[in-house]
């Protein structure tokens, strides 16, 4: 599996090159436009892995897609699902996780790709090959300032032709959480090279702490500068179910059907939905499934 050193030089890549001309007539994007004309925005773009949300939601070139929740409502887990199922569907992904070791990761996605609990080694190795020329990891663990996570991502984009880029998270980007206007600006250098490059830029951003985590949060609840969520294409809320849990905890099994996990669209530039989308997790395989019967699977092997 290509990992990416702490030690890669990325000078080339430090500075924004300007790759179109910003002025031009409209017949200069006859081809582009007759093709958007003609594509279904529900299907354009890579989905997550669920059947259900096919139609719903897509990770489109050129967007950036944050996640957000509370501390501890399974955002990581849950995306490496998520950067699974977009390998599946053939695409190059390369994961940033700045606040865990790339091995623990892989670790943690090949775990959940099998679908059993065992923590198969031989299934590792299945899934190490599977995943090659398919996953890339950068093998940093702390902060990283911006100017140096910026120019990773083009670099990633343009030298490795990945087409998603997963970012965990913004507050370990060099950005100081009380300085909003250096975080609108991160944000807005990273919307920049997705419309450069035509990569697709997967950002973690918390939530506010919240008095009550039964309550569930939205766009309007992210931590730090406000501006983020107008500058990004589309924003997902990962929320976990925490009263089922403890009332489950308690022997009330009264909340059985409800959802242990709910990702909340909020916003979908391009889409046309947004909602909420219902899942159920696993706690053997770690796997989240769309429906409360469905049974764990080889997400290897097959995907919705």
Request: include cysteine.
């Given at each position: 599996m290509p990992w990416l050193p702490d030690d890669l030089d990325l000078?080339?890549?430090?500075q924004a090159q300007e790759m179109r001309q910003k002025v031009r007539p409209a017949s200069d994007f006859r081809s582009e436009v007759l093709a958007r004309l003609k594509a279904d925005p529900a299907l354009t773009g890579e989905r997550m892995p669920w059947h259900k949300t096919?139609?719903?939601?897509?990770?489109?070139?050129g967007e950036l897609t944050l996640w957000t929740g509370i501390n501890g409502h399974g955002k990581s887990k849950l995306l490496g699902q998520v950067a699974t199922g977009l390998m599946y569907q053939g695409a190059r992904v390369c994961i940033a996780s700045l606040e865990m070791n790339p091995a623990e990761t892989v670790k943690r996605m090949a775990e959940?790709?099998?679908?059993?609990?065992?923590?198969?080694?031989?299934?590792?190795?299945?899934?190490?090959?599977?995943?090659?020329?398919?996953?890339?990891?950068y093998d940093h663990i702390?902060?990283?300032?911006?100017?140096?996570?910026?120019?990773?991502?083009?670099?990633?984009?343009v030298k490795l032709q990945i087409k998603h880029f997963f970012i965990d998270?913004?507050?370990?980007?060099?950005?100081?959480?009380?300085?909003?206007?250096?975080?609108?600006?991160?944000?807005?250098a990273l919307c920049d090279i997705c419309r450069d490059t035509g990569i697709h830029i997967h950002l973690v951003a918390h939530s506010k702490k919240q008095l009550d985590e039964s309550r569930q949060p939205g766009k309007m609840d992210i931590k730090g500068s406000g501006t983020i969520g107008d500058l990004v294409f589309n924003i997902i809320t990962?929320?976990?179910?925490?009263?089922?849990?403890?009332?489950?905890?308690?022997?009330?099994?009264s909340h059985d059907s409800e959802p242990d996990q709910v990702l909340i669209c909020d916003k979908q530039r391009n889409g046309e939905w947004e909602g909420k989308i219902k899942l159920w997790f696993d706690r053997r395989s770690g796997q989240y499934l769309e429906?409360?019967?469905?049974?764990?699977?080889?997400?290897m092997e097959y995907l919705p």
């Open positions: 000078t080339e890549y430090m096919a139609k719903l939601v897509r990770f489109r070139a959940q790709s099998e679908g059993t609990g065992r923590k198969s080694e031989s299934y590792g190795n299945k899934y190490l090959d599977w995943s090659d020329n398919r996953l890339w990891l702390g902060d990283c300032k911006s100017e140096r996570m910026l120019a990773l991502v083009r670099y990633c984009a998270s913004l507050m370990k980007c060099g950005v100081r959480q009380d300085d909003f206007d250096a975080q609108a600006a991160f944000v807005s990962i929320w976990r179910n925490k009263p089922k849990e403890n009332a489950q905890a308690a022997g009330d099994f429906e409360p019967e469905c049974a764990p699977c080889d997400l």
